[in-house]
């Protein structure tokens, strides 16, 4: 059972918090083949996904192929909580970035804890020192989770860092660590959730569509503003509370996109259903594997603490 940090510990350093998981990538083949239908499911040519090329061999997975070791940093709004929450009634639950979801907290009450957040101790350089010491060659950071709070000034709504929250309003830690990144010659990334646990237009398919298109440009927005190296998707999975639409095609049109938008771009295999045919490399969680993964190149990613958050 894992134990909170006490109440008198909790002013820690931004770097502290933070720091809680690795990523491991691989460029070893499977040994097994992909199922008859996601062989039919390639598009004609060489390629073992959709953009018509082998992400073993392609120029766009050369620098992931050989730096192999990356920082994993999960951070969002679920962060203000320090990983506990009292309900009305005086009880307390305990949980990092599934905490709304876990304890029912209502959406209004999630809102209104979101608005003091303040990670103004945040320290770009000293996150990616500490990458750099480790010998670590890449970051992914969350820029949303599930709960759908951006990390970023988006334009797209006001649920995010710079609108809601009491963080300086002229900082953008998105930006910050890009600098401190490509300074340190450190490729940086973006983890983005499917799943929306805030936007009401998510769950239903007949408003998923709006959903989707906002969705979009705020993928188009990180690519712009961040020429991330790297979108690290989650959330893809069939679920309910709240329910999850999303489906094999849905993650085929998004990962054209993107392609489009920059052809270079890696990608992982969530952006559709984790199949062999989907983005470029498989994501096995808190495992390394005993064996290569389905014909994809792969990348083990793997909490401190058993907690993202």
Known sequence: MRTPVSRTRRRVTALTLLLTAVLAATALPAASAASPRDTALRPAGPGTDYATDDPFTADRTSSFRQDRFGMFIHFGAYSNLEGEYTRPDGTTYRDAEWIKRGCNIPTDAYERQAADFNPADFDAKAVVKAAKDAGMRYIVITSRH???????PTRLNSWNLRNHSAFDKNRDIMAELKKAADDAGIKLGFYYSIWD?????????????????????????????YDPALLWFDGEWDTENPHNPWTARDGERLESYLRGLKPGLVINNRVGKRRVVDGDYGTPEQEIPATPVDGQLWESCMTLNDRWG
Do not use: S, V
């Not at 599930?146 to 970023?152: C, F, I, Q, R, V």
């Not at 408003?207 to 927005?221: I, V």
């Open 197 to 225: 646990w805030h936007d009401p237009d998510f769950a239903d398919p007949a408003t998923f569509p709006r959903y989707e298109k906002r969705m979009y440009a705020q993928l188009k927005e990180l690519i712009d503003h």
């Open 146 to 152: 599930h709960e759908g709070y951006a990390m970023w």
